[in-house]
């Protein structure tokens, strides 16, 4: 099936009657009748493969690609259409064999009832491994089923998710934009490249040359800078002076300075940095949340690593609870997955979805980026449509 019939399979539903009007010149109005299944209908879960290609080359610490696999999601019920997707970056160990694998294992046909979320989502976690630690594994594959589900829930009510969860889509924040290792000139190139479009700018680092990397930036942009080391330092002493000198350079945030491993020594830095340190590898779900607490200053939550929109909103409100800052993140993804935890960024501290600004075969449109910040549609659900 070639992608775009896969995504024009099953078109999205018109959204639900209109709430009526109320008041005294509408005595006899009354709310909508609430959305009722047809007799019969159940979830219907397909997939296909989807590469996703960068238009750079992608450089962190310790990895290049070109293109990302991926593989997008559909969730059908009653005439209406879900849309998730599993992004998979080499680094994590996902594969689109092992996406597809676990969805192979899923039957969701015996859900008659979509609005279920807890329990359906219960249950496709109940097919994953469990980690040691106590995590679970397939992150990528439960997100899409996720991201699937909670796009269908928002169509059948006829409001998008924001609204759903009680958020006020003027809180979003400003999304930093990625500018990948490369030559100095390069990188200054880059940066060039997005001057005025956003306000907020994150440069990969972890090699021996990332403050003449971070002065190539500095000569073409005086934007706040996000750095991930994406554990690419090893020594406490020479990551907090580097730390100092970043700060020096309109640095604002480190994230994963240290291996994820190396907890004590990331506690040590934390008291020490002038800079908030953030968790990104060492987190992946709330198991790992629990136990680097007090150990970082924020952590970075992403949907692919967590599992799905249910899982990043509990672990959103636990880091909150224990004074930590939050970060919304992404892989390489299309509009799909950022649009998703687009619909939940309101109020938190940093956002880096950028992840459909990388790529040149975005399949959907969802949420867009003013200036820099996070703009949220009105449309339902994830707020998707398919690009013609």
């Known amino acids: 099936m070639k992608r775009r019939e896969f995504l024009k399979g099953a078109a999205f539903a018109a959204a639900g009657a209109a709430v009526a009007a109320c008041g005294i010149k509408s005595p006899k109005a009354r709310a909508p009748k609430p959305y009722e299944p047809v007799p019969g209908s ?17 450089t962190v610490s310790g990895s290049s690609r070109k293109a990302t696999p991926g593989v997008q999601v559909r969730l059908e019920f009653d005439g209406y259409t879900g849309y998730g997707e ?10 689109v064999e092992s996406v597809q694998a676990f969805l192979s294992k899923l039957d969701l046909s ?9 329990d359906i989502m219960a249950y ?19 997100a899409a089923v996720d991201m699937a589900l909670h796009d269908l829930f928002g169509k059948l009510l006829g409001q ?22 490369d030559t100095p000139d390069v990188m200054a ?15 990969k680092v972890g090699q021996p040359d990332d403050l003449q990397m971070i002065d190539a930036v500095r000569s073409a942009s005086n934007l706040p800078i996000v750095v991930d080391a994406n554990q690419g330092w ?26 994820a491993s190396a907890l004590d020594d990331i506690a040590w830095l934390k008291g020490r940095s002038p800079l908030p340190i953030f968790a990104d ?52 993804e299309t509009s799909c997955g950022i649009s998703a935890a687009a619909q939940i960024s309101p109020g938190v501290d940093f956002a880096d979805l950028d992840g459909n600004l990388l790529i040149s075969n975005d399949p959907f449109e969802g949420a867009g980026v003013s200036e820099g910040k996070i703009m949220l549609n009105n449309l339902p659900g994830l707020g998707l449509s398919i690009r013609k």
């Open 110 to 118: 015996r859900f008659t009832d979509p609005f279920m979320l807890e």
């Open 234 to 259: 090893t020594d406490r002493i020479k990551a907090l002076y580097e730390i100092y000198e970043l700060k020096e350079r309109g640095v604002v945030m480190v994230e994963q300075p240290l291996p």
């Open 86 to 95: 599993a992004s998979m970056p080499p680094y994590l160990g996902h594969s």
């Open 124 to 142: 496709v976690n109940s097919c994953a491994r469990k980690l040691r630690g106590g995590g679970l594994s397939d992150a990528p594959a439960r």
């Open 189 to 203: 190139q880059k940066t060039r490249e997005v001057a005025g479009m956003f306000k907020v700018l994150k440069v």
């Open 281 to 332: 590898e060492a987190v992946q779900g709330m198991s790992d949340l629990r136990r680097i607490k007090g150990a970082y200053s924020g952590v970075n939550i992403k949907l692919m690593k967590c599992g799905g929109i249910l899982e990043a909103r509990r672990m959103m409100s636990y880091a909150r609870a224990e004074g930590m800052k939050v970060m919304l993140g992404c892989m390489t």
């Open 160 to 181: 998008p998710l924001w609204r759903i969860f009680g958020l006020d889509p003027s809180r979003t924040p400003d999304t930093s934009y990625t500018i990948g290792m």
């Open 42 to 58: 159940r979830l219907r879960l397909s997939w296909e493969p989807y590469e996703l290609t960068l238009k750079h080359t992608f």
